[in-house]
């Protein structure tokens, strides 16, 4: 799948085109490639010239690779698994890959050409193929025309030797207009999945940041917003009752907010101050953390040294000093093999941590935990299998993420806590997090252990 954007300065203007590769901050005559779980993205520059520059994102997508990692949501059916047109049109997966490879480009930052970076541009964004479900056959214009983009669509036929058999769902648009380039990103990000009408990954609340932060200055104004929210959101009721007409949050706390809230909650009752958060990613516990000052050590410890360097930056290490240096430790490490430096500390959080852990694993992820670690308290969070049917667009038996290895029911989880716990020495009480429901319980449960003073 490909997306183009060309850059044509006005005549007399005096700016030579080819400042747009300081704007998305790749080198217009490097050939690039990036490796990302949605395939490999390659940017290029087919024209380079400082009268004309066009950037152009292609993404090489393997469908049996998508199929066997799980990674692709498509209709049921074995054959449809196979024979798909992911490969080729605009989705979800092209809106990753833009959001990959211009994350700086989308923040309107470029330390370069800040007054280019802040002025509307005119721009020629080409997508040789997108899909538009629905029976909107205006839906394209609908959704682009009011961002200032002046719309160009033809109609793909079903066959160019059979015109007799008429049109396909998929067109080919050209979109032109005088639009911010990071507007113009942020669009794209946001409208390609929403014209597809489908994510090729689990939606989770945390769709909402994402829509809220790409969404900024040009969505709230927008006609079509309940329809671009509704489709990016896949219609899912729980996600979208959590959101108003501003696209603000409305009163429902996201569950990763109360997820988090329900972890430091656990470790103030347990009355921890050094604290080891296993399996911390980019550090958004460890942020909050952070900012409390009744925890006096901190320790985030990841298995991909890249989540790590997220978390450093996150929590602004470079900048901090001595005592907080000193204070926050990350430290590279996996939550199936014992550490001595995490020994004797107050309370590990394994915050959705579990459930990435293959079966055959947990053994494993016993003994580091409970008896090479031997926190005074473990407080552990994983989702709740019998939540799942409420989510309508899971398909039944999925799981919630396409890197979770099982998802246990509750009394699944109760079974291997009291296991665990009587095995160690530990207390355990199980707690649940987020709205409950009356037949299949809370979308998360939480399990906080403590040493047994008795045992």
Same mark, same amino acid.
């Given at each position: ?94 809106? *990753?890959?833009?959001?990959? *490879? ?26 040789? +193929? ?103 959101? *896949? ?21 990763? *907010? ?40 901190? +320790? ?68 580091? +935990? ?86």
């Amino acid at each position: 799948m490909l997306v183009t954007v060309t850059y044509e300065p006005e005549q007399g203007s005096g700016v030579d085109a080819s400042v747009l590769g300081y704007l998305v901050h790749k080198h217009p005559a490097k050939l690039q490639m990036f490796e990302a779980p949605v395939g490999d993205i390659h940017v290029f520059y087919p024209e380079a010239t400082p009268e004309r520059c066009t950037v152009a994102v292609l993404l090489e997508v393997d469908p049996i690779d998508l199929v066997r990692s799980k990674r692709f949501r498509g209709d049921a059916g074995s054959l449809d698994h196979y024979v798909n047109d992911r490969p080729y049109v605009a989705s979800s997966m092209l809106a *990753v890959a833009l959001g990959t *490879v211009f994350r700086t480009a989308m923040t309107g930052r470029s330390d370069s050409c800040p007054e280019l970076a802040a002025a509307p541009l005119p721009l020629r964004i080409e997508i040789p +193929v997108v899909s538009s479900r629905g029976t909107e056959d205006d839906l394209i214009s609908r959704v682009f025309a009011p961002c200032g983009w002046e719309v160009a669509e033809r109609r793909i036929p079903l066959d160019e030797q059979h015109p007799e058999w008429g049109d396909s769902r998929y067109s080919s648009v050209v979109l032109t207009g005088r639009v911010r380039l990071a507007d113009a990103l942020r669009q794209l990000y946001v409208l390609l999945p929403v014209l597809d009408d489908a994510k090729h990954y689990w939606v989770g609340d945390d769709e909402i940041a994402k829509l809220e932060r790409a969404g900024e200055g040009w969505l709230a104004e927008h006609p079509e917003r309940e329809l671009i929210t509704t489709r990016y959101l *896949v219609h899912q009721r729980s996600l979208l009752a959590t959101v108003d007409k501003d696209e603000r949050p409305a009163r429902e706390t996201p569950l990763r *907010v109360q997820r988090a809230d329900a972890v430091l909650a656990a470790l103030q009752d347990a009355g921890a101050h050094r604290v080891v958060d296993m399996g911390c990613g980019p550090g958004a516990l460890l942020a909050r953390l952070q900012k409390d000052r009744a925890f006096t050590k901190i +320790v985030g410890v990841d298995v991909s040294a890249r989540s790590l360097e997220q978390a450093a930056r996150a929590l602004h290490l470079d900048e901090a000093s001595d005592a907080e240096r000193e204070r926050v430790d990350l430290l590279h490490g996996s939550v199936v093999y014992r550490d001595e430096r995490l020994r004797g500390f107050d309370a590990m959080v394994l915050m959705e941590v579990i459930e990435h852990v293959e079966p055959t694993r947990l053994d494993a992820l016993e003994d580091a +935990v409970f008896a090479g670690a031997a926190p005074a308290s473990v407080v552990m969070t994983t989702p709740n299998a019998e939540y799942n049917v409420l989510y309508p667009a899971l398909a039944a038996g999925a799981f919630r993420h396409d890197d979770h290895r099982f998802e246990w029911t509750r009394a699944q989880f109760r079974a291997w806590a009291d296991a665990v716990a009587a095995r160690h020495g530990y207390a355990v009480e199980l707690r649940a997090v987020g709205p409950a429901d009356a037949a299949h319980g809370a979308p998360t449960q939480l399990a906080l252990f403590r040493k047994d003073a008795a045992a």
